[in-house]
């Protein structure tokens, strides 16, 4: 039998489903973990109604978070229950809301049922409004910055989120902030135009749905069962709609997890979920049971027991500890040295689990933060391996033939560049010099119609797209793309050529994402779509998936996007610091978050919400595996550089990657040759052996050795640097120590894990960079040591340190050393901004770079870098690069300079040695071009691969001492 807590919450097992599959005629909630069944158990509730004539198909609602999660429902009802699952209304909350309007739009103050706005569409709505708004009613602050786009997007972002709270411009001017005072009137005359035009949004859609179902009988009383899954993700709109549409009933059942509650910057409010039994006491009469789901059917006991490590909590309304009857899972953390070894040390080992264990790739996920350098990197090697691979962040708008269509688009609206990359597509075929001798011609004064026809065989059908535009400027969309598919030959082989279906299914996807933009916006062209795309991540989504299913191979994706999904092994890369968890309190420009009731004010509790809703994120993450969890990060030696996430020492211990000692491939097989016959360490007989392989290569199926396999002589990689080089100080100044190291250690061999001394590095900044966040938004030049001690016991646990007696000498430590900093602070100068990220491109290259402290006095402006280790000399210090860069990057910094001029840099050493005071050492500003010229020498030299090595004081502990030419017991790697 099952559990019961009390007459309102029952723990329910495996074997316990089937007794409570029928209606109670009583508003529920199921509450469980991963893979406990909560969606199945919702569609075996709506099959036991229907089976025993509760409930009639057509009067059951079931609502949806997302169009994939209710594409999943309606699949699961139709292999129970065929055709009749087709009766039964299946939506997401907002295509369900969009109906609703529609059909009582003129209930709603509509003349016609309005068409959406979507994203990008809302933003250039918005835009054009601000355009006559009378900037002097604006505060100050916005009034240079009312008519861009970036405040456009605000302005929209802010708009959205006060749809979601059902709040309309009297109540944004009843919170009386000042911020605001320009934003209700706004607001007014933004809705008034919408009306005016026959537009809506999104947000508004749902409000106006909340408001029929409030006020029209014949809506709140339709349904006899609503269903709704997901709940953890809802809106307060889309929780007062739901409430509304079962008003008429007491059977209201919905499925939540509070622990994957990862979606508050949408407007989500995980305080549905803790409210729920009240808001339907409140609405239906009746206080909703809590039904528990205890047992996972597919996220093994380990992997459960990790991702709860992570949690840290419990959160109130969540399912208890959560059972499994699956075990055998791993969970594994790894830190590399550089992000190309990270990626391709997870492209090998998908390589292994895929070739050795048999895992199909289509069941491997690698899962970022967000965005991240590392996907080009992991793309790169997955393709080095011929491991097929998918990115879910891809877009309908970059694939190559709708990369065509814009590009000509482009090309007839002036653009050269545009036309370039036209003739060179695969469509066209022309080569680099013919495409140069066009250019050439074109800027001798030839027409771009006259030089197509000329040089191209069906150059008379792209001349004459050139020659009349309307196709793009004047014609709907649709019927613009028509015009190229029939007047334009280069397409054909798209419908005649079997092997183009990717390019088939990606013109038809497109299609129809051009006919939903023309539903929306009857007057949009090409023209109009293409200054959507190009100005944002604006996509009209198409009615089908235009990547092929079979095809995926290996997903690539964010850690949010994975969300209902499962694999069998599931990588968390890139998990730095600052990405994961992301604590930025960096509020938007408006400060929307006020709107949010729940949402903390106070800093250091939005902090704390913040990182909630991160580990919420990464135990989400976690358990969409079903065997192995393995995290990595890329991390840094550098004092305050690039740390791993605090989850990765949380789930696993942090351990050196496991390196596949068994080739699996021809190639992996000769490079393992390769290694033996080059690595001194290796014996005489094992290296003889593998030459003598190697030399037989042409009959044993291997490369000629003649082409591949000897000792290098002494000289550059050539090929090592990429040609996107991205340069910091740090680098730099492991350049100027040693070449050769600094080659290694970032793109080839080294890996590390991160030692004490690092993390005690990174407790001091994590400290002072949030104590003193914490004293500037109170108002104060600084925090205190006190305040400063009570920041460092919240973090202690988090960045690795524990309670023995090692762990209490280095608390002792970080004790005194933060006392001595408050207690010998080094300057009377305010702070302007703490850890604030710098970037410049000099000469062509782009360098990035994080500066702990920004400082005005006066007319001044100083920048602060701090450092936990010994003082450097005054010398050095003067001639830093490190601190010359960031005067030339906070130079060219607005919100910087608008303080006042950057006048110099320091190092803060907190550090107290013999005398009773902070060491600074100072930058001097009259070497200010002598490192610059340093900066472009460096890049020179590592964009020319000149990579010899250095001898230099800290050779005798380099770690790349066994592969170095300089050293004698490197030099047996190298011909003499």
């Known amino acids: 039998m099952p559990e019961t807590s009390d007459e309102q919450e029952i723990r329910i097992g495996p074997d316990d489903w089937h007794a409570h599959r029928q209606l109670v005629d009583c508003p529920q909630i199921v509450v469980g973990g991963p893979g406990t069944g909560k969606t199945e158990f919702l569609v075996a509730r709506i099959v036991s109604a229907i089976a025993t004539g509760s409930v009639h198909p057509s009067r059951i609602l079931v609502l949806g978070f997302s169009r994939q999660g209710v594409k999943d429902i309606r699949s699961r009802l139709f292999s129970r229950l065929e055709t009749i699952?087709?009766?039964?209304?299946?939506?997401?909350?907002?295509?369900?809301?969009?109906?609703?309007?529609?059909?009582?739009?003129?209930?709603?103050?509509?003349?016609?049922?309005?068409?959406?706005?979507?994203?990008?569409?809302?933003?250039?709505?918005?835009?054009?409004?601000?355009e006559r708004e009378d900037t002097s009613l604006w505060p100050a602050s916005y009034r240079s910055i009312l008519t861009t786009p970036e405040m456009a997007a605000e302005i929209t972002d802010f708009i959205l989120r006060c749809h979601e709270h059902l709040l309309g411009p009297a109540d944004i001017a009843a919170f009386k902030r000042d911020q605001w005072r320009e934003l209700p009137d706004f607001f007014e005359r933004y809705l008034a135009l919408q009306v005016e035009l026959g537009r809506t949004d999104y947000g508004r859609v749902l409000a106006d749905a909340v408001q029929a179902v409030k006020t029209l009988p014949s809506l709140s009383t339709r349904y006899d069962l609503v269903v709704a899954d997901e709940?953890?993700?809802?809106?307060?709109?889309?929780?007062?709609?739901?409430?509304?549409?079962?008003?008429?009933?007491?059977?209201?059942?919905?499925?939540?997890?509070?622990?994957?509650?990862?979606?508050?910057?949408?407007?989500?409010?995980?305080?549905?979920?803790?409210?729920?039994?009240?808001?339907?006491?409140?609405?239906?009469?009746?206080?909703?049971?809590?039904?528990?789901?205890?047992?996972?059917?597919?996220?093994?006991?380990?992997?459960?027991?990790?991702?709860?490590?992570?949690?840290?909590?419990?959160?109130?309304?969540?399912a208890g500890k959560v059972l499994s009857t699956r075990t055998g899972g791993s969970v594994a953390s790894h830190v590399f040295s550089a992000l190309a070894d990270e990626a391709d040390w997870i492209a090998s080992d998908i390589e292994r689990i895929h070739l050795a264990d048999g895992v199909p790739l289509e069941g491997i996920a690698v899962l970022v933060r967000s965005g991240s350098a590392l996907t080009d990197e992991l793309a790169d090697a997955l393709g080095r391996r011929f491991i097929a691979h998918t990115h879910d962040e891809s877009?309908?708008?970059?694939?190559?033939?709708?990369?065509?269509?814009?590009?000509?688009?482009?090309?007839?609206?002036g653009s050269d560049t545009a036309v370039q990359r036209l003739v060179q597509s695969p469509y066209v075929g022309v080569s680099i010099g013919a495409m140069r001798a066009m250019a050439l011609r074109h800027t001798n004064g030839e027409t771009w119609p006259d030089i197509l026809r000329s040089s191209?065989?069906?150059?008379?059908?792209?001349?004459?797209?050139?020659?009349?535009?309307?196709?793009?400027?004047?014609?709907?969309?649709?019927?613009?793309?028509?015009?190229?598919?029939?007047?334009?030959?280069?397409?054909?082989?798209?419908?005649?050529?079997?092997?183009?279906?990717?390019?088939?299914?990606?013109?038809?996807?497109?299609?129809?994402?051009?006919?939903?933009?023309?539903?929306?916006?009857?007057?949009?062209?090409?023209?109009d779509h293409e200054e959507l795309v190009s100005r944002s991540d604006f996509e009209a989504d198409p009615l089908f998936d235009f990547r092929r299913a079979g095809d995926r191979g290996v997903t690539m994706s964010t850690l949010h996007k994975a969300k209902g999904t499962s694999f069998d092994v599931v990588y968390i890369a890139n998990a730095v610091e600052g990405a994961l968890p992301d604590l930025r309190t960096n509020d938007s420009l408006l400060g929307a978050r006020h709107l949010n009731p729940n949402v903390p004010a106070d800093h250091a509790a939005y902090r704390e919400f913040r990182l909630d809703e991160e580990r919420r994120l990464a135990y989400t993450a976690m358990t969409r595996a079903t065997t192995r969890v393995v995290w990595t990060a890329t991390v840094s030696s550098d004092d305050g550089g690039q740390r791993a996430s605090r989850f990765l020492s949380l789930v696993a211990q942090i351990s050196d990657p496991p390196r596949s000692s068994s080739p699996l491939t021809h190639r992996s097989f000769e490079a393992a040759l390769r290694r033996t016959l080059e690595d001194p360490t290796e014996t005489a007989v094992e290296r003889i052996a593998a030459a003598v392989v190697l030399s037989n290569g042409n009959t044993l199926g291997l490369s000629n050795p003649l082409h591949r396999y000897r000792i290098n002589k002494v000289g550059p990689a050539?090929?090592?640097?990429?040609?996107?080089?991205?340069?910091?100080?740090?680098?730099?100044?492991?350049?100027?120590?040693?070449?050769?190291?600094?080659?290694?250690?970032?793109?080839?061999?080294?890996s590390q894990a991160e030692n004490v001394n690092m993390r005690f590095g990174t407790l001091i900044h994590t400290v002072l960079d949030q104590v003193e966040k914490a004293a500037i938004e109170a108002g104060r030049e600084r925090a205190n040591a006190e305040e400063a001690v009570q920041v460092l016991d919240t973090v202690w646990e988090e960045l690795g340190f524990g309670e023995d007696a090692v762990g209490k000498a280095w608390h002792r430590k970080a004790e005194g050393m933060l006392g001595d900093m408050y207690r010998l602070w080094p300057t009377s100068a305010r702070p302007i901004a703490l850890e604030t990220n710098l970037e410049i491109t000099i000469k062509g290259t782009q360098w990035l770079g994080r500066v702990d402290r920004v400082e005005e006095k006066g007319s001044d402006i100083t920048i602060v870098d701090y450092k936990t280790g010994a003082p450097v000399s005054v010398p050095e210090a003067a001639a830093s690069i490190q601190l010359g860069y960031y005067v030339m990057a906070a130079t060219e910094q607005p919100e910087i300079t608008a303080?006042?001029?950057?006048?110099?840099?320091?190092?803060?050493?907190?550090?107290?040695?013999k005398k009773a005071a902070i060491t600074t050492r100072d930058f001097n500003m009259e070497n200010l071009e002598d490192v610059r010229d340093r900066m472009v020498?460096?890049?020179?030299?590592?964009?020319?691969?000149?990579?010899?090595?250095?001898?230099?004081?800290?050779?005798?502990?380099?770690?790349?001492?066994?592969?170095?030419?300089?050293?004698?017991?490197?030099?047996?790697?190298f011909a003499t």
């Open 899 to 913: 303080h006042g001029e950057v006048s110099g840099a320091q190092f803060w050493f907190p550090k107290v040695l």
């Open 395 to 413: 877009r309908l708008a970059d694939e190559p033939v709708v990369t065509f269509v814009r590009n000509l688009v482009q090309a007839v609206s």
């Open 231 to 318: 709940y953890q993700d809802t809106s307060p709109a889309q929780a007062r709609l739901l409430m509304g549409l079962a008003s008429g009933t007491h059977d209201l059942v919905v499925a939540a997890d509070p622990y994957q509650s990862i979606y508050s910057f949408r407007g989500t409010d995980l305080h549905n979920v803790f409210s729920f039994p009240d808001d339907t006491k409140a609405a239906l009469g009746k206080r909703a049971e809590r039904l528990i789901l205890t047992t996972s059917f597919r996220v093994p006991t380990e992997i459960l027991a990790a991702a709860v490590s992570v949690t840290d909590r419990e959160l109130p309304g969540g």
């Open 85 to 130: 699952s087709f009766r039964i209304n299946v939506a997401t909350y907002h295509s369900l809301a969009i109906r609703i309007v529609e059909a009582h739009a003129a209930d709603l103050g509509w003349s016609a049922p309005p068409t959406i706005l979507a994203g990008s569409e809302q933003e250039h709505f918005v835009a054009r409004l601000l």
């Open 937 to 973: 020498e460096i890049t020179n030299n590592i964009r020319a691969e000149a990579l010899d090595p250095t001898v230099n004081k800290g050779c005798d502990t380099c770690e790349v001492e066994l592969v170095c030419p300089a050293r004698a017991l490197g030099a047996e790697a």
């Open 456 to 527: 191209l065989d069906d150059g008379d059908a792209l001349a004459a797209l050139f020659e009349n535009t309307a196709w793009a400027t004047t014609d709907a969309a649709p019927t613009g793309l028509w015009h190229l598919w029939s007047s334009l030959p280069h397409l054909a082989p798209i419908a005649l050529d079997e092997r183009r279906i990717d390019d088939r299914r990606a013109w038809t996807a497109f299609a129809q994402a051009l006919d939903q933009v023309h539903a929306r916006s009857p007057g949009s062209t090409l023209v």
């Open 718 to 750: 050539k090929g090592l640097v990429p040609s996107d080089l991205r340069m910091s100080p740090s680098q730099a100044n492991g350049y100027e120590t040693c070449p050769r190291q600094y080659a290694l250690g970032k793109y080839l061999l080294t």
